[in-house]
């Protein structure tokens, strides 16, 4: 962990309410009912900025500097030597086709290489992109703990479109501990109080309102989601094409006046000609090839181990080809094991065949990488998806726990980069594995959560 100076601008009355005295800087042991807003340093990068200088002198882009350096401490075998190509290898945790164990400023090789697709996609500079985005991972711990610690309080957690700041609420008053973690996030933390409602009892008007609408004579389908921000449910619904418009009026009017009994809650409404969910199931190229359907993450229960997809690409099939991708060669045939379509989202995995598991996957043409650790997908992150029908892009998180007709707790993110083809491909973010590819809804990429997995089809990522 890199030192920072955090520094608060509180009132008078925010320190008395924190438990600060003349003598005394530390927190005092009680929850706030008022909201907290920690004005904290950002995230330094004294290596990043001593690269920047260097590229500067050389003429040359930082991505080179960057690439010289890594050579350099290659060449004088820090951070480990490359290792044969051979399966052994990878499996026991040695991946000859990525760079040694090398960190710059506690940034993996992984994260940087990320982060040069993001500065493409948002046509920035790479300094830029590394200047705004630090504190990723250290924000999604945080939001983790405080959702697993404070269940019933915790009202979610969201990361601002510039990165430079976060967002986390409470149903009541503020946890102690909630101040005390987040004061070491490096970036703005607006901790908010009294929000009159949990993100667990949000989720759940939304999906019961959700399975009111698309069960409804009227209605053909319905998504719903709903904004932790400001406690609104959305639902979208799709009426049935036969429907008189005085009929259309009248079942709008009837889901609108179905207004949540928590006040804090509000729903909102609104008939689509086309809802457009479509399940993308052909010629699927991600983290290895599956025929009509790619494959995610490897998962394992211990010492049984297999491939993860899309829970839809496992229905009518129980057993498919996997590939791997034509530089590395090889295939055998999968058998089904579990599929989940529903209230964990869309999910499936097969054994392995004949191969062995390792505890990588492709993340863009021919380039493998491990999956170093399992995160849970929140508002305003940075995500990454490799399907081979599109390729490698990345992207923002731009809504949680969605539900549709067929599936609850997707992720969407804020547009739709995915085609046909990429269902079941692996989202992630560095090394973290985030997500299992699903489809479109409602015009966005969505994606099952991989921490859903367990309770889907009772595996979990195989991770470094």
């Not at 009837?254 to 689509?272: A, C, H, I, T």
Request: aromatic content about 8%; glycine content about 10%; charged content about 30%.
């Amino acid at each position: 962990m890199k030192k920072r100076w955090l520094f608060l601008t509180v009132s008078v009355l925010t320190l008395i309410g924190l438990g600060f005295f003349a003598t005394n800087t530390s927190f005092a042991d009680t929850s706030h009912n008022k909201d907290i807003t920690l004005d904290n340093e950002a995230e330094s990068y004294p290596e990043i900025e001593k690269l920047k200088k260097s590229a500067n002198e050389k003429d040359i882009s930082l991505e080179k500097a960057i690439d010289e350096y890594v050579e350099e401490k290659v060449d004088k075998g820090e951070g480990g030597k490359f290792e044969a190509n051979t399966e052994s290898n990878e499996e026991s945790g040695k991946l000859p086709t990525l760079p040694p164990d090398i960190t710059i400023d506690d940034m993996s090789l992984a994260e940087l290489e990320d982060l040069k697709t993001i500065a493409e996609e948002e046509d920035i500079s790479f300094f830029e992109a590394i200047k705004g985005n630090g504190g990723q991972d250290e924000f999604l711990d945080y939001a983790d703990k405080m959702e697993e610690t404070y269940p019933d309080r915790f009202a979610g957690a969201s990361m601002d479109d510039e990165h430079n700041g976060v967002w986390v609420g409470f149903k009541g008053n503020i946890p102690d501990e909630a101040v005390k973690e987040a004061d070491s996030l490096p970036f703005k933390v607006k901790l908010k109080a009294n929000k009159g409602y949990s993100e667990d009892e949000l989720k759940s008007e939304m999906k019961s309102t959700q399975e009111e609408a698309y069960n409804h004579n009227n209605i053909e389908d319905a998504n719903g989601f709903y904004d932790i921000q400001t406690g609104e449910i959305n639902i979208e619904a799709e009426p049935k094409a036969s429907l008189a418009q005085n009929k259309k009026e009248d079942s709008l009017k009837e889901l609108k006046d179905s207004q949540p009994e928590n006040s804090n809650m509000e729903l909102d409404v609104e008939f689509v000609d086309h809802l457009n969910n479509a399940d993308e199931d052909k010629y699927i190229r991600g983290g290895g090839d599956l025929g009509t359907c790619s494959a995610g993450f490897t998962v394992h229960d211990g010492n049984i181990k297999g491939i993860s997809t899309a829970g839809h690409c496992a229905k009518g099939n129980p057993t498919r080809t996997y590939s791997n991708e034509a530089g590395d060669g090889g295939s055998t045939t999968v058998t089904r094991q579990a599929r989940h379509q529903g209230n964990d989202g869309d999910v499936a995995y097969y054994d392995t065949g004949n191969k062995t598991a390792t505890r990588t996957f492709y993340y863009d043409s021919g380039e493998k990488r491990y999956a170093t650790n399992i995160q849970s997908p929140r508002v305003g992150i940075n995500v990454c998806n490799y399907g081979n029908r599109t390729g490698k892009k990345c992207t923002t998180v731009d809504q949680v726990g969605v539900s549709t007709k067929k599936y609850d707790g997707l992720t969407l993110v804020k547009s739709h980069v995915t085609k046909k083809g990429d269902s079941g491909s692996p989202w992630f973010y560095s090394g973290n594995a985030i997500g299992i590819h699903s489809g479109e809804v409602s015009g966005k990429s969505s994606f099952t959560p991989a921490d859903n997995l367990r309770a889907a089809v009772g595996m979990t990522v195989y991770t470094k």
